[in-house]
């Protein structure tokens, strides 16, 4: 089983800049795909991002193409995800996960097998 710590959340204007990480341990990430999620109050959890486990392939959201960047470093054992531009409505608990399923990553929150507790983003106006 793999656990998942996402970190680097915190506070940040907008038009700030963020960048998360999602460490695995218990096992390395292999040839797993891994999403970015995110959740706001009151709202379901939407997908913004993944990648496949060699980056070849890296589906975005539309509400983040163009702002957001997934990488990953699997050397580290490690998920990132680079938020720039960012607006208040981003503001939201974001979660990384690991789709067991090889292929090409997919973008729905059942589709994921194992997910970190999250990491709150704020963003002021």
């Known amino acids: 089983q793999v656990q998942l710590v996402e970190s680097g959340g915190g506070l940040v204007q907008a038009g700030g800049s963020l960048r998360l990480s999602c460490a695995a341990s218990?096992?390395?990430?292999?040839?797993?795909?891994v999403g970015w999620f995110r959740q706001a109050p009151g709202k379901e959890r939407e997908f913004l991002a993944a990648?496949?486990?060699?980056?070849?392939?890296?589906p975005y959201a539309d509400s983040v193409k163009g702002r957001f960047a997934i990488s990953r470093d699997n050397a580290k054992n490690t998920v990132y995800l680079q938020m720039n531009s960012l607006k208040p409505e981003d503001t939201a608990v974001y979660y990384c996960a690991v789709d067991r399923k090889l292929g090409s990553p997919r973008t729905t929150v059942p589709q994921y097998d194992y997910w970190g507790r999250g990491t709150q983003v704020t963003v002021s106006s």
């Open positions: 990648i496949s486990w060699g980056s070849g392939s890296t």
């Open positions: 218990g096992r390395t990430f292999g040839t797993y795909n």
